[in-house]
C-alpha cells in the first residue's frame, strides 16, 4: 500500500467495523479483549512516522496489519471545515427502528423494540441492567446483526447499508476505547490518521478538539495518567475527528464521579448544540431528565413506555403531598390520621407519607389539619410532581407487566 493511501477503520473480519473506532486490541497492548472490553488500537513503531504520532516502544505491528491491508476498500475521508459542522435539517428522523429483534441461543435480549429519534436531538434510552440497552445500540451501529425488524440511522439500513451508516456514526461504549500508551493528542492523530486524514490535517483537528474539550494542557500527557472524567472527555472527542451525524453514547457516565458526570452532561449539550443526533443509553434518572428531548423506557428487551420527560411523569401520576413527621416513629400513626387520604398502594416511605393533590393547597391544608388533631409534628411538607424516579420505579418494579407499553405521544 502506497503512502498516499491512508488505512481507513476497516476490520480485519470483513464488513463489520467499530463505528468511530479503530479496530481492536485490549486495552493492555498483546492481550486478548474479553466481553465488556474498551477496543483499543496498538500502533506500531514502524508506522510512528506515518501516523505523525510517538507510539513508544511497548506496542507490535501484528495489531495494525490487518486493518492496513484492507484500507483500499473504503474511500478516503476528510473532515469538514468548522462553519460547516452545523445543524443538518432533514426530513427523515435520524434514527428509525420498527420490530427490533435479537435473540441469543434460547435468550430473547431485545423484542420488537420500536423507537424514533429526530435529527438533532436527544434520545435517552433508560432501563435496569440487562434490560437490552447495548444490545439495541450494537445494532443500531451493525456491530450486530438483527434478528428480526428494520433500523435506518441517518437514513440507511443497518443491514443492507451498513458500510454507510459506520461512515454516518460515532459509538462510544461504557469504557474508554483508547491507547493508553498514547498521549491524548496522539490519540486523536491516530483516529484522525485511521479516517484518511493526512498528517496536518488529523493534527489540525487534533488541536482542535483539545481545545474544544478543554484538554489542551492535558494535551502531551499519556492516557494512562488521566483520570477517568478526562479518558471519557478524550475519548468522546475521538469519535468527532470526523463530524457524525449520529453519536450512539451506551451509558457514557458509568463509573463517573459528580464532577466528572456534569462535565460529560456538558458535553453533551454541545454536540446537540452542533445539530448531532445522540442516542444515549443510561441507567441514570436525572441524567434522562436533564439531557433529552425524548426517552425510550426498556425493560426486559421490550419498550415499555415512551414519551418526554414531562409526559412520563404526568402519566404516572399528578401532584403530590410528601409529609414527613418530625419523629420517624409517628410514621404509622401519620398515616393512619391521613387515611382517606392516601391512594390504595398505602404512599408510606421510609421517612415520609405522600398523598395525591389534585385538588393542590386543599390537600395541604387538610394534611396540615389532620395531623395536628393527632398530635404529630410535621418536620416538613411539600407539594411536588411526579419524578422520574417515580416513573422508574412504577415501570420496572416487580410483577410490571411488559406486553403494555406506556406511550404518551
Not at 488500537?41 to 510512528?48: G, K, L, Q, R
Not at 484500507?71 to 473532515?79: F, H, M, N, Q, S
Not at 483537528?205 to 494535551?219: I, K, N, T
Request: proline share 7%.
Amino acid at each position: 500500500m502506497s503512502r498516499s493511501e491512508p488505512p481507513t477503520n476497516v476490520s480485519p473480519a470483513g464488513p463489520a467495523v467499530t463505528p468511530a473506532k479503530p479496530a481492536v486490541s485490549p486495552s493492555t497492548p498483546g492481550r486478548a479483549g474479553g466481553e465488556g472490553e474498551p477496543n483499543i488500537i496498538a500502533v506500531p513503531e514502524a508506522f510512528d512516522d506515518y501516523y505523525g504520532v510517538d507510539s513508544g516502544p511497548s506496542v507490535t505491528k501484528s495489531v495494525l496489519e490487518p486493518v492496513v491491508a484492507e484500507a483500499e476498500l473504503a474511500p478516503a475521508r476528510t473532515v469538514a471545515p468548522r462553519e460547516a459542522r452545523a445543524r443538518i435539517a432533514l426530513d427523515a428522523p435520524a434514527i428509525e427502528v420498527t420490530g427490533l429483534r435479537k435473540v441469543f441461543g434460547d435468550t430473547v435480549a431485545v423484542d420488537d423494540v420500536s423507537l424514533v429519534a429526530a435529527t438533532g436531538s436527544v434520545l435517552a434510552v433508560l432501563g435496569p441492567n440487562g434490560a437490552g440497552k447495548t444490545t439495541t445500540v450494537n445494532m443500531l451501529t451493525t456491530l450486530l446483526r438483527p434478528d428480526g425488524g428494520t433500523a435506518r440511522v441517518a437514513g440507511f439500513d443497518v443491514v443492507s447499508q451498513a458500510a454507510q451508516v459506520r461512515r454516518s456514526i460515532a459509538l462510544t461504549g461504557q469504557f474508554a476505547a483508547l491507547d493508553e500508551a498514547l498521549s491524548g493528542r496522539d490519540n486523536l492523530v491516530l483516529f484522525g490518521r485511521l479516517h484518511g486524514m493526512d498528517k496536518r490535517a488529523a493534527q489540525v483537528r487534533a488541536d482542535e478538539l483539545l481545545a474544544d474539550f478543554d484538554l489542551v494542557d492535558a494535551g502531551a500527557r499519556q492516557v494512562s495518567k488521566y483520570s477517568g472524567g478526562m479518558r471519557r472527555r478524550i475519548d468522546i472527542a475521538c469519535g468527532l475527528v470526523v463530524s457524525p451525524r449520529v453519536f450512539f453514547l451506551d451509558e457514557p457516565t458509568t463509573g463517573l464521579d459528580p464532577r466528572s458526570r456534569q462535565e460529560v452532561w456538558s458535553l453533551i449539550e454541545r454536540l446537540k448544540e452542533q445539530g448531532v443526533t445522540v442516542l444515549l443509553t443510561t441507567q441514570y434518572l436525572e441524567e434522562a431528565d436533564l439531557l433529552s428531548d425524548y426517552i425510550v423506557v426498556i425493560d426486559h428487551g421490550r419498550v415499555i413506555a415512551s414519551g418526554t420527560a414531562e409526559q412520563l411523569k404526568a402519566a404516572t401520576g399528578g401532584t403530590v403531598c410528601e409529609v414527613t413527621p418530625a419523629r420517624i416513629d409517628d410514621l404509622p400513626a401519620l398515616a393512619q390520621a391521613l387515611g382517606g387520604l392516601l391512594p390504595a398502594d398505602g404512599g408510606i416511605g421510609e421517612t415520609s407519607v405522600s398523598v395525591p393533590a389534585a385538588a393542590g393547597a386543599e390537600v395541604l391544608v387538610e394534611v396540615v389539619r389532620r395531623a395536628g388533631e393527632a398530635g404529630i409534628a410535621i418536620a416538613d411538607i411539600a407539594m411536588r410532581s411526579p419524578s422520574l424516579d417515580d416513573v422508574f420505579f412504577q415501570l420496572t418494579g416487580p410483577g410490571q407487566p411488559t406486553d403494555t407499553p406506556l406511550s404518551v405521544d
